[in-house]
């Protein structure tokens, strides 16, 4: 008779993405303890043993708060499934001497200024950008830059709080210390990254599966409006075919970011811009991208990223080829307003459009919308297929038509 498999100590850290975490406490070989912070907490199901931390970024914080779970019993693995818990994730790890990314590589994912650094000391094209320090340097370094120009923290999770600055008149917005940068949340705080303005009309995202240092998967989609440009719009993406142009470029940026920033087992998101001196990258991140990415993923070759990106992260190998179904593959997310919601179209909506094939609405008639909205904010998505990439633009236009959320009182922003 076969023994059961020994539970499985692990470690989670993290403040709000519980897509991991619901899929761990079904698994009965896996034992969670959990660091988070206090009104997180509310938000997770009940693990194994707490502990609570003011900032899961402050890495002396979360090392005391790891020792004391662990004088309870050790850990097996450190699961950190956020951008703002992926860095101390890594901390624990190399200071624990646990399998997983280490701090330095960790660390680079995270802080954009470590990632661009290491980037262009490997040749690889990104951004001119400058490093801000301290609050009361912006406006010098923006000036130093030259305006357009893109300023974002350091520190951050996909578009939370990156401004574009065109003029002097959004220069002294942006500058003022209740304005939008400074003022806006205890997490957008600096150091900042202040970028050249690129000009580009396209953005590209591949999202890919590294194992031993070796990209095993890659696939390319484009977005249909850039992440920059769609606040307040219609954002998503759809997939490209392996032999287009364009994916087939990206798809070779992708493995030179990956050697030059030494991951060597994690799931990858890198945002790409094409501009006139040719393809450039914006960002990579080593865990699944955000919104209705993983779902479109996972419809279109059967990848499921939060499945291998936790496998990776407890170092179980996952035995797994690519399945790849026929026709582009898109996701198409709708805005979210502030106010109060008096009106949403039903899924009915889209019955006669066949390419549609799941919709999936997030708010509901007298909904309160307010505080800050971010990039995945969204009062529906839906899925859909058509025959072609080139497909996927009329499409996104007759959905617009389509759907269309109206609200009664505007609410401040809080």
Not at 61 to 84: C, I, K, Q
């Amino acid at each position: 008779m076969t023994s059961p498999p020994p539970v499985r100590d692990v470690l989670v850290v993290g403040r709000r993405r519980l897509e991991l975490v619901n899929r761990m406490v079904q698994d009965p070989d896996l034992r969670l303890s959990l660091i988070t912070e206090p009104d997180c907490l509310p938000l997770y199901p009940p693990v194994a043993a707490v502990e609570l931390v003011d900032n899961v970024q402050n890495l002396d914080e979360v090392r005391n708060a790891a020792l004391r779970l662990m004088n309870r019993r050790p850990f097996d693995a450190v699961v950190a499934p956020a951008e703002s818990s992926i860095p101390t994730g890594g901390y624990l790890r190399t200071y624990l001497g646990l399998p997983g990314i280490p701090f330095d590589v960790a660390h680079a994912f995270c802080n954009k200024n470590a990632m661009k650094a290491r980037l262009r000391r490997a040749g690889i094209p990104v951004a001119d950008s400058r490093l801000v320090p301290l609050a009361d340097s912006v406006e010098r370094v923006l000036r130093a830059q030259g305006l357009p120009a893109v300023i974002k923290p350091v520190w951050g999770d996909g578009s939370a709080n990156v401004h574009v600055v065109r003029d002097e008149a959004e220069l002294a917005e942006l500058t003022r210390p209740d304005g939008p940068l400074l003022g806006s949340s205890a997490y957008n705080e600096p150091p900042f990254l202040v970028e050249e303005y690129l000009e580009f009309e396209d953005e590209y995202h591949c999202d890919g599966l590294v194992r031993d240092g070796e990209v095993q998967f890659a696939a390319v989609s484009k977005y249909i409006v850039p992440s920059l440009r769609s606040m307040g719009s219609v954002f998503g993406s759809y997939t490209l075919p392996a032999d287009d142009d364009a994916a087939r470029a990206v798809a070779e940026l992708h493995r030179e970011v990956v050697r030059a920033m030494g991951l060597a087992d994690s799931v990858t998101h890198l945002e790409v811009f094409r501009t006139r001196r040719g393809f450039v990258v914006g960002e990579i991140a080593c865990r699944p991208g955000g919104s209705g990415i993983p779902r479109n993923l996972l419809r279109a070759y059967g990848f499921d990223t939060w499945e291998h990106f936790l496998a990776t992260e407890l170092n179980n190998p996952l035995q797994w080829r690519p399945d790849v179904a026929d026709g582009s593959f898109a996701w198409v997310m709708f805005p979210l307003h502030r106010g109060v919601v008096s009106r949403v179209p039903d899924a009915g909506v889209f019955a006669d459009l066949a390419e549609v094939e799941e919709v999936d609405i997030k708010v509901k008639p007298g909904e309160r919308i307010a505080g800050t909205l971010y990039s995945s904010s969204m009062s529906a998505v839906v899925h859909c297929r058509t025959d072609l990439p080139g497909d996927v633009p009329d499409l996104v236009t007759a959905l617009q038509e389509r759907f269309t959320v109206e609200y009664e009182t505007p609410v401040p922003v809080s």
